[in-house]
């Protein structure tokens, strides 16, 4: 609006040649200021949105390098409970073949003690 008003200064309403020249110094620099404020403006926000997407990369990043690691993670506790199902199942069956030879000589003693009591 106050550019408006500088071109009312440029007619023969303003008869110095001196002062038509100083408003037309005023009038670009309102439009210099006009564009700068601008400018800024735009690039402000176009900072913000690169900020904002700078931070959105990152962290979609860091999600992904976090399911990685999760992955290996599960992986490994996998590995060592199969591990552990395994050296369990080798101690059982240990035992259980412990046990049954345990069994079997209760027995061989249990008819020999009978052989010597019935006789």
């Known amino acids: 609006m106050s550019v408006l008003y ?3 200064c440029f007619s023969p309403f303003v008869p110095d040649v001196k002062a ?6 005023a009038c670009c620099l309102i439009v210099l200021i006009h564009l700068a404020v601008n400018l800024y403006l735009i690039l402000r926000s176009t900072v913000i949105s690169l900020k904002t997407k700078a931070r959105l990369w990152y962290a979609l990043q860091r999600q992904i390098w ?3 690691q999760n992955r290996i993670k ?4 996998k590995h060592a409970l199969k591990d552990a199902i395994l050296s369990f199942n080798e101690k059982f ?3 259980v073949i412990h046990m049954t030879d345990i069994e079997d ?3 061989s ?3 020999i003690v009978e052989e010597e009591s019935s006789s």
Do not use: D
């Not at 038509?20 to 110094?25: H, L, M, T």
């Open 6 to 8: 500088c071109t009312i």
């Open 20 to 25: 038509r020249v100083a408003v037309g110094y």
């Open 66 to 68: 976090q399911r990685q």
């Open 74 to 77: 599960i992986k490994l506790r």
């Open 93 to 95: 069956h240990e035992e």
């Open 105 to 107: 000589s209760l027995q």
């Open 109 to 111: 003693s249990l008819e």
